[in-house]
């Protein structure tokens, strides 16, 4: 059964630091890229970034508001992939999802899989 | 980037009722599309992808067809289950973005 469990979230004050941790099972990780995604409270979806695999050379993707602030790190050995996020803001409040992507045609890759999610909350 | 911009953001409906929601794109992103399900307390869960095809264990009520910039997701016959809110997302180029959702209540 996959399963993607994640890891670390709380409470952190402005300009803290988190590191989140999505352990992974059931299925060979080292097949995937990885997508984090997160959800504010009460508001939509919104991607934060990708790390690709080893024959990728584990490069990464990130959304702009998190870019230089976020870095997402993968160990094939755990098997996991981890957010570290730097200099928070209030406006990072979020669950946070980590997700592993399918390959379709095309050089596509698709969410096939979710975490239940971690709460981050970025309060004085 | 490219936005997408999903309507109706909420629609009341029946069991039973035949549902269409529209995702349409600010550019064309041929057929790099996906579309979730969310229901409250719960991961988002593919329904979709490649715009058309049906992600393994779906049920077959579910349907998405368009490409370019305009595509629809379909619920041929509403259940009761499937009250939820429903995202599309582009997967075309970075960085990636969602639509804004739709909620589908019981009417």
């Known amino acids: 059964e996959v399963q993607l469990v994640e890891s670390g979230g709380g409470l952190v004050q402005p300009g803290g630091s988190l590191r989140l941790s999505c352990a992974a099972s059931?299925?060979?990780?080292?097949?995937?890229?990885m997508d984090w995604v997160r959800q504010a409270p009460g508001k939509g979806l919104e991607w934060v970034g990708r790390a690709r695999d080893k024959p990728n050379r584990y490069t990464t993707e990130y959304a702009a508001s998190v870019k230089g602030r976020f870095t997402i790190s993968r160990d094939d050995s755990k098997p996991s992939v981890y957010l570290q996020m730097n200099s928070l803001k209030t406006e990072d409040t979020a669950v946070y999802y980590c997700?592993?992507?399918?390959?379709?045609?095309?050089?596509?890759?698709?969410?096939?899989?979710w975490g239940q999610g971690t709460l981050v909350t970025v309060s004085s | 980037d490219i936005q997408l911009t999903q309507s109706p953001s909420f629609l009341s409906a029946s069991v039973g009722d035949r549902v269409t929601i529209t995702c349409r794109a600010s550019?064309?992103?041929?057929?790099?599309l996906a579309w979730y399900q969310e229901k409250p307390g719960k991961a988002p869960k593919l329904l979709i992808y490649a715009a058309s095809t049906l992600q393994s264990g779906v049920p077959s009520r579910f349907s998405g067809s368009g490409s370019g910039t305009e595509f629809t997701l379909t619920i041929s016959s509403l259940q009761p289950e499937d009250f939820a809110t429903y995202y599309c997302?582009?997967?075309?180029?970075?960085?990636?973005?969602f639509g804004g959702g739709t909620k589908v209540e019981i009417k």
């Open positions: 059931g299925f060979t990780f080292t097949d995937h890229y």
């Open positions: 997302q582009q997967l075309h180029s970075f960085p990636l973005t």
């Open positions: 550019q064309g992103i041929s057929s790099y």
């Open positions: 997700t592993r992507l399918m390959y379709h045609a095309s050089s596509s890759y698709y969410p096939d899989f």
